[in-house]
């Protein structure tokens, strides 16, 4: 009986042991994100957005006039950050099953930095949170198992960089004052549905194809390049499709999207989700 009771009180001493590591490093997780997502405010304060110029806007190309037409319903302040949260089905890399997951997200409208971070249940009890982060043209990327184990680790690189400056741009529609003429952003002609979007900043250049219908909604974005499928991680996805515009202000802004990767000329979604919350500052 002695030993079964020494045997109980190990496994139960092991058993405090990791749940108060996964305690630890769960709260360092969280520190670690709201400092990112803290920098991100830093550098969207002192980066104000470009405000619309009817001027200008006569300029570009038919498609992108339409878009601004139907979005901007009146004066929009100068808003510095949008805060987003997300729930949908979210597929992990090199995975072909789909997990309930929540999002969140801090952009800065005026320069191209933003804070990314989602959970993702696996087991009962068991979850992954992941975070991207970009700003000043480096990004981070790190992947936990219950906010502990890391699973993916990734630094900086020109690959990285330039595709997070893409994923930027991707998720550009939902805070539209950063496609206006003046900021980091340029328009060139493709047709009358279609318009290319250049970004350039901190010496990176990317590019999507954005595709609007007749009324002047973003119905989908797509790279002109394919994805490599077989990294470790999505990265921004080589698609989105965007739709359900809903006002937000003065602004009509999609609430669903699926983001995908894309090769070969086929999509393979990654994330299918709708905006449950949005707000600007």
């Known amino acids: ?140 990327m790190k992947a936990k198992i219950m906010s502990t184990l890391t699973v993916v680790d990734e630094k900086a690189s020109d690959d990285l960089n330039r595709i997070s400056l893409r994923r930027w741009l991707l998720e550009s529609p939902l805070y539209p004052q950063a496609l206006l003429p003046g900021g980091h952003v340029t328009w060139e002609p493709v047709d009358d549905l279609t318009a290319r979007a250049v970004i350039r900043a901190d010496g990176l250049a990317a590019d999507m194809l954005f595709h609007f219908n007749a009324e002047g909604q973003i119905t989908y974005l797509s790279a002109e390049q394919d994805g490599d499928l077989d990294t470790p991680y999505h990265g921004s996805g080589e698609h989105v499709t965007r739709a359900d515009y809903q006002p937000v202000g003065n602004m009509m802004i999609p609430h669903s999207f699926t983001i995908s990767r894309a090769a070969g000329g086929q999509v393979y979604p990654f994330f299918d989700a709708n905006l449950t919350s949005i707000s600007f500052q």
Request: hydrophobic content about 45%.
């Open 1 to 140: 009986m002695k030993i079964l009771r020494y045997v109980a009180y190990g496994i139960g001493l092991t058993v405090l042991l990791l749940a108060g590591m996964v305690w630890y490093q769960s709260a360092q997780t969280e520190r670690d994100i709201r400092a990112f997502r803290a920098r991100v405010m830093d550098l969207a304060a002192s980066s104000p957005a470009p405000r619309f110029d009817a001027v200008a806007n006569e300029t570009l190309p038919a498609p992108v006039q339409r878009y601004f037409d139907y979005t901007f319903r009146g004066p929009v302040p100068p808003f510095a950050t949008v805060r987003l949260e997300a729930a949908g089905d979210f597929r992990r890399p090199l995975t072909e099953h789909f997990e309930p997951t929540t999002a969140e997200q801090v952009v800065a409208i005026g320069a191209p930095a933003l804070m990314f971070s989602a959970t993702t249940p696996i087991l009962p009890g068991v979850w992954a949170r992941a975070y991207d982060y970009f700003a000043q043209g480096e990004m981070e």
